[in-house]
């Protein structure tokens, strides 16, 4: 039997007669990447927010690491395991890099936060960074910050909402490779929603494709690209 690190069981959040996510259950195992793509308003971002306790269940369960968490909330979620970042970039401006993210390990309870925090610049390529303001970052630097704090404590599941969103190509090809990386050194798991097609297939292991609330399609890249709903309703045809 398949040990899944998260588990999101026919979820549906309705806010009076919209269904904004209607019975939506995936998974993640150890160290996968799993990308969460389709149109605007289809309900990927309501579904971080109900993983992760933002948003209440109008009706199913998420488990993680084998434990019932639906009527945690957001701040036990995270002490549990289960991190995410926004859209935008959470980072403070006028403190330095080392500094903030060593105080967002001492938040989680970290015992050793500096090691923690250290350890998390390492992996990210911001050590040589580690004295720099926020601000005086490039934007590229400022998302991988951004990613630094979600990953203090060494969450086992990562959820990620648009972390490419404003990168260059060669920026959001650098992340996305940390991010792989990750996965393999730190058995992190991963939720991408992402509208980086090429960042989105290059990178998850499994596609999930969202439309108006409800799963469409779902495997593995090659069969997602090959599915024809699919490329008709999102892709397009000469995907």
């Given at each position: ?97 080392r500094k903030q993210v060593e ?21 990210l390529d911001l050590w040589p ?58 058995e992190v798991s991963v939720l ?48």
């Amino acid at each position: 039997m398949t040990q899944y690190v998260l588990q999101a069981e026919d979820v549906a959040i309705h806010y009076g007669g919209v269904k904004a996510v209607d019975g939506v259950s995936l998974t993640l195992t150890k160290g996968q990447i799993r990308g969460l793509i389709g149109p605007n308003g289809a309900g990927k971002s309501t579904v971080i927010d109900a993983i992760t306790g933002r948003s209440r269940l109008t009706r199913g369960q998420i488990s993680l690491n084998g434990e019932d968490v639906s009527a945690l909330g957001v701040v036990e979620r995270r002490m549990r395991g289960l991190s995410r970042s926004f859209q935008r970039t959470s980072i403070f401006g006028q403190m330095p890099v080392r500094k903030q993210v060593e105080l967002a390990s001492h938040k989680m309870g970290v015992k050793d936060s500096q090691a923690d925090a250290d350890d998390v610049l390492q992996e990210l390529d911001l050590w040589p960074m580690r004295d720099t303001l926020a601000d005086d970052l490039g934007y590229g630097e400022q998302r991988r910050l951004d990613l630094a704090l979600a990953l203090v404590g060494r969450p086992s599941v990562l959820l990620l909402d648009e972390p490419m969103a404003g990168l260059s190509v060669k920026e959001s090809l650098d992340l996305a490779q940390h991010l792989k990386a990750l996965t393999s050194r730190w058995e992190v798991s991963v939720l991408l929603v992402e509208h980086d097609m090429d960042v989105v297939f290059g990178i998850s292991d499994e596609v999930t494709v969202f439309e108006l609330g409800r799963v469409i399609a779902s495997g593995s890249p090659a069969a997602v690209r090959a599915d024809t709903r699919v490329r008709e309703a999102y892709l397009g045809s000469s995907a």
